[in-house]
Nanobody
């Protein structure tokens, strides 16, 4: 039973833009919070941005504030991450994930690779 499916990764030039999308279904679509996390080689998986399903309140990592925008479409059960002014350090595998309030992320997508050329 597929619950989170990411799309939109790929190669982007430094300074360019990329948009990631995540389609949620099943139990994932009934979670309270949706997030994008990323993991670069040799590094831990870190939160990039998250948003509450109901109110749409976003939260961003300091490293992406002002450059990335997370949004959700409740009607389509999708969450997107608009990445602008992409930097080489943004290169990573990006994961869509969901959680309930006061819980950790427990449903994950398969991940999508973002590669940044300088």
């Amino acid at each position: 039973q597929v619950q989170l499916v990411e799309s939109g990764g790929g190669l982007v030039q430094a300074g360019g833009s990329l948009r990631l999308s995540c389609a949620a279904s099943g139990r994932a679509s009934r979670s309270n919070v949706m997030g994008w996390l990323r993991q670069a080689p040799g590094k831990e998986r870190d939160l990039v941005a998250e948003i509450t399903w109901n109110v749409g309140r976003p939260n961003y990592a300091d490293s992406v504030k002002g450059r990335f925008t997370i949004s959700r479409d409740k009607a389509k059960n999708t969450v997107s991450l608009q990445m602008n002014n992409v930097k080489p350090e943004d290169a990573a595998v990006y994961y869509c994930a969901s959680r309930y309030f006061n819980g950790g992320y427990n449903i994950w997508g398969q991940g999508t690779q973002v590669t940044v050329s300088s």
